[in-house]
């Protein structure tokens, strides 16, 4: 089972460029999230989407957009990178079922984005 | 949002159990308990989850205090690979909520 896909991998911007971290999900999930975890810190909710069409911000959405297309896929754009924009980002996943409360969360395995 | 608060550390020797604690003294009826760990390097990872009852899996297990003012994640025996940030959230139920929000954690350290 692929869970939950981000890429790339590793990525070194400089100042000003723009990127789409890629996440994707084989779960048929309708809730996905993205996070940024700066070191030694917990994760910060950057967006989250509710399903297809639906999108939504978190405690840190400034310098970052999303869409959601389709119920798979749920990228992440950087328009004009600073260096405060050096983190893992992390993309997840979970199914809301009937009380999203008793539903578990999967995980990507991370971006780390480093500006320069 | 209701609040989580757990240790910033916690030690513990290879082998011998484990009691995470977390306090969420402003939890409401419909919030659901969930754990999860974030080993180094890794996205984190569903551990357990849980409603008023205790819980068992192939984990760990929780166990959630009757007023539910306060859960602990106990690892019964603990391993090298279970060195980790552990993070207590909880998840609500019901409404339009559908944020999955994390705190500080706690880094538990397990010594050989």
């Known amino acids: 089972n692929a869970g939950v896909t981000q890429t790339p991998k590793f990525r070194i911007l400089k100042i000003g460029q723009s990127m789409t971290l890629q996440c994707t999900q084989d779960?048929?999930?309708?809730?996905m999230y993205w996070y940024r975890q700066d070191p030694g810190m917990g994760l910060k909710l950057i967006y989250y989407?509710?399903?297809?069409?639906?999108?939504d911000k978190g405690e840190v959405p400034n310098g970052y957009n999303v869409s959601r297309s389709t119920t798979e896929d749920f990228p992440l754009r950087l328009e004009l990178a600073a260096p405060s924009q050096t983190s893992v980002y992390f993309c997840?996943?979970?199914?809301?079922?009937?009380?999203?409360?008793?539903?578990?969360?999967?995980f990507g395995q991370g971006t780390r984005l480093t500006v320069v | 949002d209701a609040k989580t608060t757990q240790p910033n550390s916690m030690e513990s020797n290879e082998e011998e159990p484990v009691h995470l604690p977390c306090n969420h003294s402003?939890?409401?009826?419909?919030?659901?308990i969930h754990w999860y760990r974030q080993l180094p390097s890794q996205g984190p990872e569903y551990v357990i989850h849980?409603?008023?009852s205790n819980v068992n899996n192939r984990m760990a297990s929780l166990a959630i205090a009757e007023d539910r003012k306060s859960s602990t994640l106990i690892l019964h025996r603990a391993t090298l690979r279970d060195a980790a940030v552990y993070y207590c959230?909880?998840?609500?139920?019901?409404?339009?909520?559908?944020?999955?929000?994390f705190g500080k954690g706690t880094l538990l350290t397990v010594n050989p």
């Open positions: 997840a996943s979970s199914y809301s079922g009937s009380g999203q409360g008793s539903t578990e969360a999967f």
């Open positions: 779960m048929n999930h309708n809730y």
């Open positions: 989407s509710v399903g297809a069409g639906i999108t």
């Open positions: 402003t939890i409401s009826g419909t919030d659901y």
């Open positions: 849980g409603l008023t």
């Open positions: 959230i909880l998840r609500y139920s019901g409404g339009s909520n559908y944020k999955l929000t």
